[in-house]
T-cell receptor, first 115, second 116 residues
Framework: NAGVMQNPRHLVRRRGQEARLRCSPV?????VYWYRQLPEEGLKFMVY????????ESGMPKERFSAEFPKEGPSILRIQQVVRGDSAAYFC?????????????FGQGTRLTVV | AQKVTQAQTEISVVEKEDVTLDCVYE???????LFWYKQPPSGELVFLIR??????QNEISGRYSWNFQKSTSSFNFTITASQVVDSAVYFC?????????????FGAGTRLFVKA
């Protein structure tokens, strides 16, 4: 039973390029969450998606960042025109839904370095 | 508003010492989960424990133990007889069962150094 898979594990981009981070949730999970961890800080919530819908994007920067979770395929976090301040670890989590006995499982993260 | 506070930024102990990592949380929900995660130098998040708000029983798992006190909104983590391999950043986190799904709020983390 594969857990949350994120790829790539490490991504290097030059300033101004686009970064695409992928997250395949646990099989059967329809809820995906993205978090960002800046160096020496805790994880900060970015966005919560269900299949084809953005439920809560209160933690997403207003510009350059977007996320999707299509009906088929992985969830994608897209960062356009990256800047050095985007360098961080980006974690994805998935859950089967809501309810007292469900929980979110985290992937291993993608480390983005902007040079 | 939800908030998780880990007041200890860094702790340094000598191997075999016991160490307690503090965690204080704030929430208005009656149904919520508390977590501890370990982040070793390799960077991944390692799940350690989940506690729901209706279960205040303390838990012990090997050298790890957790003390959940709803009266003081605390969920402290103790490592007994620490080892060098315990050196990592430890995060306490809170997740509420609501319309936000399982959006998780993390504390800032406590970096633990265990010296040989």
């Amino acid at each position: 039973n594969a857990g949350v898979m994120q790829n790539p594990r490490h991504l290097v981009r030059r300033r101004g390029q686009e970064a695409r981070l992928r997250c395949s949730p646990v099989k059967g999970h329809s809820h995906v969450y993205w978090y960002r961890q800046l160096p020496e800080e805790g994880l900060k919530f970015m966005v919560y998606l269900q299949k084809e819908n953005i439920i809560d994007e209160s933690g997403m920067p207003k510009e350059r960042f977007s996320a999707e979770f299509p009906k088929e395929g992985p969830s994608i976090l897209r960062i356009q025109q990256v800047v050095r301040g985007d360098s961080a670890a980006y974690f994805c989590a998935s859950s089967p839904g809501q309810g007292l006995n469900t929980e979110a499982f985290f992937g291993q993260g993608t480390r983005l370095t902007v040079v | 508003a939800q908030k998780v506070t880990q007041a200890q930024t860094e702790i340094s102990v000598v191997e075999k010492e016991d160490v307690t990592l503090d965690c204080v949380y704030e929430t208005r929900d009656t149904t919520y989960y508390l977590f501890w995660y370990k982040q070793p130098p390799s960077g991944e998040l390692v799940f350690l424990i989940r506690r729901n708000s209706f279960d205040e029983q303390n838990e012990i798992s090997g050298r790890y133990s957790w003390n959940f006190q709803k009266s003081t909104s605390s969920f402290n983590f103790t490592i007994t007889a620490s080892q060098v391999v315990d050196s990592a950043v430890y995060f306490c986190a809170l997740s509420e069962d609501g319309t936000g799904g399982f959006k998780t709020i993390f504390g800032a983390g406590t970096r633990l150094f265990v010296k040989a």
